[in-house]
Antibody
Framework: EVQLLESGGTLVQPGGSLRLSCAAS????????MSWVRQAPGKGLEWVST????????YYADSVKGRFTISRDNSKNTLSVQMHNLRAEDTAVYYC?????????????WGQGTLVTVSS | EIVLTQSPGTLSLSPGEGATLSCRAS???????LAWYQQKPGQAPRLLIY???SRATGIPDRFSGSGSGTDFTLTISRLEPEDFAVYYC?????????FGQGTKVEVK
């Protein structure tokens, strides 16, 4: 059974930094691209970033480029995102999501999400 | 960037009725790389359809997807009580992958 468990969400001040993690199990982690998708309170879904199974190919939404860094540790089946210079508009539930096919970026499994609140 | 526009914003229907949800792309979605998700309050999204028309594992056959190019449709043949939720389309042909703004299917 595929399981994705996010952690690290909390209240942080504007301009602050935060690292989110996602522990994966139930599939061959290194074979699949992984992504972060967020959802601001009461709003729709927004793709944030994707990293290929090998970690070589990385993609970011323009809204986070230069501030967020996605990474993965295939030896520990863990996905992470380091977030810097956080803004109020980064407030959201952040979901970890697995790609449905190794190199196709739709999302067949999602974690339960972790809430990041950026506020003073 | 491909912008996805979903319509209608809200669909008010009764259980047993059929639902037709639209997703229009601002430019052609390559190879039909279009997915649909269902999200209920307080839950993570669930994949329904990928490749425009392929049902994900465990998805009932009352859900079907169709379309190509810039126009895509999610059809729910007969609404069950558990189908009342928000539905999102997403393209994954080229970065940035984007989502539509969602269609809420509510009980009439």
């Amino acid at each position: 059974e595929v399981q994705l468990l996010e952690s690290g969400g909390t209240l942080v001040q504007p301009g602050g930094s935060l690292r989110l993690s996602c522990a994966a199990s139930g599939f061959t982690f290194s074979s699949y691209a992984m992504s972060w998708v967020r959802q601001a309170p009461g709003k729709g879904l927004e793709w944030v970033s994707t990293i290929s199974g090998s970690g070589v190919n990385i993609y970011y939404a323009d809204s986070v480029k230069g501030r967020f860094t996605i990474s993965r540790d295939n030896s520990k089946n863990t996905l992470s995102v380091q977030m810097h210079n956080l803004r109020a508009e980064d407030t959201a539930v952040y979901y970890c999501a697995k790609s449905g096919w190794p190199t196709l970026f739709y999302f067949d499994y999602w974690g339960q999400g972790t809430l990041v609140t950026v506020s003073s | 960037e491909i912008v996805l526009t979903q319509s209608p914003g809200t669909l008010s229907l009764s259980p047993g009725e059929g639902a037709t949800l639209s997703c229009r792309a601002s430019q052609s979605v390559s190879s039909g790389y279009l997915a649909w998700y269902q999200q209920k309050p307080g839950q993570a999204p669930r994949l329904l359809i990928y490749g425009a028309s392929s049902r994900a594992t465990g998805i009932p056959d009352r859900f079907s997807g169709s379309g190509s190019g810039t126009d895509f449709t999610l059809t729910i043949s007969r609404l069950e009580p558990e189908d009342f939720a928000v539905y999102y389309c997403q393209h994954y042909g080229s970065s940035p992958w984007t989502f539509g703004q969602g269609t809420k299917v509510e009980v009439k």
